[in-house]
């Protein structure tokens, strides 16, 4: 019986480069796959997923309105697994549809993304994903100071911490770093004190 997975981690931790070497493995038994990747996330082009590594794919992209039951009949009965990369940007429904197409149309579907925004607050499509993944596994990262990365800090444009605004700003390593929780709480003045962590 097929799973919905959830695969989650603080920014920079290699899921987009799982995905895409899971992806590989599947058509290296020449096997098919649906990759998907939000319409939103253009930091290597609209449609495109790409690793930090250098790696990069192309991949059909989904936004609010995308019903993943009929991208995957109409696209092609013959899809062995779908991949979904930045999965924190899917609605609840989408994550309930992938959810019914994992156990109801028997294709595993396995999503990447992060579980929390710079807030320390979910996002909704990863919060239904804790819920209804069957199973979920945590990809680690590490903090400029040597300890578990499971936090996003994002900055401005001159390098101060951001604590407040909209949920979704896409950005990457010059908005955002992974960090640990004491790091996330650490104080303004803690954070002058860090430079290798916020300079």
Do not use: W
């Amino acid at each position: 019986m097929s799973k919905l997975y959830f695969r989650y981690a603080a920014m920079n931790a290699g899921k987009s480069t799982a995905l895409l070497q899971v992806a590989h493995n599947y058509e290296e038994r020449g096997m098919r796959v649906r990759l998907f990747t939000a319409a939103l996330d253009d930091r290597t082009g609209t449609g495109v997923i790409g690793s930090r590594l250098g790696l990069q794919r192309s991949a059909d992209t989904f936004g609010t309105d995308t019903e993943f039951r009929r991208a995957h009949l109409e696209a092609s009965s013959a899809v062995a697994c779908v991949l979904i990369d930045e999965a924190q940007f899917l609605t609840p429904a989408q994550v309930r549809q992938l959810h019914r197409m994992a156990h109801c149309e028997d294709i595993p579907v396995i999503c990447y993304g992060l579980r929390s925004d710079f807030r320390g607050e979910a996002f909704p499509g990863a919060a239904m994903l804790l819920t209804l993944a069957d199973d979920v596994e945590e990809m680690k990262s590490i903090c400029a100071c040597a300890r578990k990365a499971t936090m996003n800090l994002r900055f401005d444009a001159q390098g101060r911490r951001v604590t407040e605004g909209a949920q979704v700003e896409i950005g990457g390593n010059e908005r955002y770093r992974a960090v640990c929780p004491a790091c996330f709480y650490a104080d303004d003045d803690d954070a002058q004190r860090a430079p290798g962590l916020f300079g």
